[in-house]
């Protein structure tokens, strides 16, 4: 029988821990709580055996084992392993980001006396409180109160301390900093099944003399067959004017039972506005071409990627669906990953028009409920086809036969903290692991995708006509310098796109606008010092945010000035915080003053906005895009949000404003990301009968990025921009990683880059160029000081070791690993 078992946990430890097993043997992939540093973790078994560890080691047993089988196949734990090595990331924070299922362990807090607490409480009893304490005298004595409460040396939780004593959890932790009192995390299994309760009428139950509100309710279940959820009998009976107690007084007399069932999952959606799902279309040549290679490669069996390589409009959604249902007519399961959350509304309600309850759902925004719930049915089998973001690779699916990755190209695919993953490259590792095919879709493939299609890694399959033969949208650049030497004023919207709207809007059709910047003013500078108002806690200028009306039910924020990156707060100052002007100058324009200047603009538009302050949960998008298809809004302004994968038909004019900011960003894939906006927000005009249009504003009209997003060429900027990228040794000509070093404290931070920049250039790692230390474009984040390294080798081998060898040094040097990011095949250096 096993003595030990290896547990990996959600630290930043670069290793597995051993525990003594306790009566029950773990397997492999499952989770249990063991004890770590004074608290109980929840962790993943990945390795039981009898070899006992080193004397010198306290094994401490197992406290619970949470899964008699293993949660998690060996496929996944492959792929964990996997991940782990290529992006150098702890294995128990890879484990961490599989498993969604925190709504089943509940953690709280309890506390014990120690003893300086209980020294203080007996000094207390003879001398009375000290006068020299900072606390208020009714704190002094909760303190008190909370020592007098486990002076007998019991634990007690936090809630039991708060209705004993009244003490909050700031003065608890206080006491904690004092020494007064030992704190230990605890852990336990909850149940986390969403259960509603249901009113059911009592068959043949004998009827006493009833009131009116009595016989109002049993009437109202009556009619409904008997059965009606308590919130909907809820709503009813106190529209009705019946108090809710008249129904407990009928579960009392017998009359109504009440029963717990599972709580029906919302799956959402976005109606189709009289349109054709995706699954209904008839597929084209080109559709069926794309198809039949896809499910040539699934008949043959084993693993094959494909680069699907559609222009907007090529119908690459209806060749998804059906791909899918070959998978799913084969006996197999399939997966599609979308960027972003503001896709799924829309892509649920097709998935759900062709594969009705075989299809679940994964993404951020459901509860932590609603994950396992959703978790749980596809580790069962019970839904074989899931759509979700990022983290959806990991779905536990059964007989996996199909993954599809939709837009590919996009950053939203890569995690930004540990474990630093990218969807898309997960996707195709897990796919052969699993032996399975994998489609990666775009129109604008990432250059790595269409390198490795070049190199015959991937299939390439093309598609290049839009659908029922509609032309792709004229592309129309407007110079931003010749307009401010005509009309000697900067303006948001040019008087070319102001009067393509006006007539647009006129015909009776539908505008989106782009303005990929959110709130009012991006910056607020004192023209008297030029000093520019800047985060307290990121080195990055705040941005503006006006007050909207009150008749405005979306997104009422105030008059503030806010940091995107952290979130901190602050009202307008009167005057500049350095030299006291109150001449405040406010520049840049973002998606709420492209609104305010549209409805100035166009008074009879009926004007909608997309951005991240109108669309905070996944029902604010549902409604959004609902009114847009139905014609309610004719005139949309927004962020990116509003580029990606959105087919309404109306929209026949596309505006792009002020896009062309990010070609001066420190990135070398800036070009990229301009040249792919640029293409996918073309694409959402002229999808339906009417041609559509596009106007560029641009500050940089000759730059080659625009230039060929104009012109619809996607090969042409691939050939001009591999060339750079050549040239400079970036990939896909290199692999690269970004090597972060952050503290709290600046010189702390300054230290250990010039420590590991010293380690660089002694060891000198072969076939590996190290750029730095310098200051990371923003070199304070979250009150966080960063610094960092780029790294770059043409052999992925050689990285990785180079990568693994500075951590193992860093260790020696005190550095902790949480005070070092390494991000490989990074997306973003900023």
Request: charged share 25%; with cysteine; aromatic share 6%.
């Amino acid at each position: 029988m096993p003595l030990f078992c290896d547990v990996a946990l959600p630290v930043p430890l670069d290793q597995t821990f051993t525990y003594a097993v306790n009566g029950v043997v773990p397997v492999v992939g499952a989770r249990v709580l063991v004890p770590f540093s004074g608290q109980k973790l929840m962790g993943v078994v990945v390795r039981v055996h009898e070899d006992r560890p080193a004397e010198e080691f306290e094994i401490k047993p197992v406290q619970q084992v949470l899964d008699e089988a293993a949660l998690l196949p060996d496929e996944l734990m492959n792929l964990a392993e996997w991940i782990a090595q290529y992006y150098v990331a702890p294995l128990g924070e890879v484990l961490r980001g599989m498993l969604p299922l925190a709504a089943e362990v509940k953690r709280h807090f309890s506390y014990r006396i120690a003893e300086a607490g209980r020294k203080v409480l007996y000094e207390g009893a003879a001398k009375g409180s000290s006068r020299r304490s900072k606390l208020t005298a009714e704190e002094q004595n909760r303190e008190y109160a909370v020592l007098n409460y486990l002076e007998g040396g019991e634990q007690a939780k936090m809630s039991a301390l708060r209705s004993a004593t009244g003490a909050n959890k700031g003065l608890l932790e206080g006491m904690v900093r004092k020494k007064w009192l030992m704190r230990e995390a605890l852990a336990e299994e909850r149940d986390a099944r969403r259960l509603e309760k249901v009113a059911v009428l009592v068959p043949e139950a004998r009827l006493p003399k009833l009131n009116d509100n009595q016989t109002a309710i049993l009437a109202e279940l009556a009619a409904v067959g008997g059965r009606m959820r308590v919130t909907d009998l809820h709503i009813a009976s106190t529209g009705a004017g019946v108090p809710m107690s008249t129904l407990g007084t009928l579960v009392k007399r017998g009359l109504v039972a009440i029963e717990e069932v599972a709580e029906e999952f919302h799956l959402g959606g976005v109606s189709a506005q009289g349109k054709k799902h995706a699954h209904e279309h008839a597929l084209n040549e080109a559709q069926m071409g794309a198809l039949g290679t896809i499910a040539a490669a699934m008949d043959k069996g084993g693993f094959r990627p494909h680069l699907l390589y559609g222009i907007t409009g090529s119908g690459k959604t209806t060749v998804y669906f059906a791909a899918m249902r070959r998978a799913l007519d084969a006996g197999k399961s399939a997966l599609l990953l979308v960027p972003e959350i503001g896709l799924t509304p829309a892509m649920a309600a097709q998935m759900y028009a062709a594969f009705e309850g075989e299809v679940a759902m994964l993404h951020s925004q459901l509860t932590p409920d609603e994950r396992a719930e959703q978790w749980h049915r596809i580790r069962r089998g019970e839904a074989r086809i899931v759509v979700g973001t990022r983290s959806a690779v990991f779905a536990p699916m059964v007989n996996l036969g199909l993954i599809i990755v939709d837009e590919e190209h996009d950053s939203s695919y890569k995690q930004e903290e540990t474990p630093r993953y990218h969807g898309r490259d997960v996707a195709v590792v897990r796919a052969k692991l699993n032996e399975a095919v994998v489609v990666l879709g775009s129109a604008t493939p990432s250059l790595e995708s269409w390198a490795n299609a070049d190199k015959g890694r991937y299939v390439r399959v093309e598609m290049r006509e839009r659908v029922m033969e509609r032309p792709l949208p004229a592309v129309e650049l407007v110079d931003m310098r010749a307009e401010f030497r005509e009309t000697g004023q900067e303006h948001i919207f040019s008087r070319k796109l102001t009067e393509e709207t006006q007539l647009t809007l006129d015909r009776g059709e539908q505008v989106i606008l782009l303005l990929n910047r959110r709130g009012y003013s991006t910056v607020v500078m004192c023209r008297s010092c030029g000093e520019k108002i800047e985060c307290e806690n990121c080195a990055i200028s705040m941005t503006y945010h006006k007050k909207v009306s009150d008749n405005d039910a979306i997104a009422q924020p105030g008059q503030r000035l806010e940091c995107h990156y952290c979130g901190f707060r602050r009202a307008v100052p009167k005057v500049c915080p350095k030299c006291e002007s109150e001449h405040l100058y406010f520049l840049g324009a973002g998606s709420q003053q492209g609104e305010e200047r549209l409805q100035e603009l166009f008074p009879a538009a009926r004007i909608g906005r997309m951005d991240r302050d109108t669309v905070r949960g996944r029902s604010d998008m549902e409604r959004l895009l609902a009114r847009l298809h139905s014609g309610e809004i004719n005139l949309l302004v927004g962020t990116q949000m509003i580029a990606k994968g959105h087919d309404i038909h109306g929209v026949t004019l596309v505006g792009v404003v002020g896009a062309d900011f990010q070609l001066g960003l420190p990135d070398f894939r800036a070009a990229e990301r301009v040249f792919q906006l640029l293409t996918q927000v073309s694409g959402r005009a002229g999808r339906g009968d009417l041609p559509g249009k596009v106007l560029v504003q641009t500050y940089h009209p000759d730059h080659y990025a625009i230039q060929l997003a104009a012109a619809h060429d996607y090969p042409g900027f691939v050939a001009k921009e591999m060339n750079y990228r050549r040239w400079m040794h970036y990939p896909p000509f290199a692999v690269l990683a970004n090597v972060v070093i952050q503290s709290e404290k600046l010189e702390e931070a300054t230290a250990w880059a010039g420590t590991l920049g010293g380690w660089f250039q002694q060891a000198r790692p072969d076939k590996v160029r190290v750029l730095g230390p310098a200051a990371a474009p923003i070199v304070r984040l979250k009150r966080i000081y960063r610094f960092h390294f780029v790294l770059k080798a043409e052999r992925r081998q050689a990285l990785g070791s180079t990568l693994r060898a500075m951590l193992a040094y860093a260790d020696t040097q005190g550095i902790a690993r949480r005070n070092l990011v390494v991000d490989v095949d990074a997306v973003h250096l900023m």
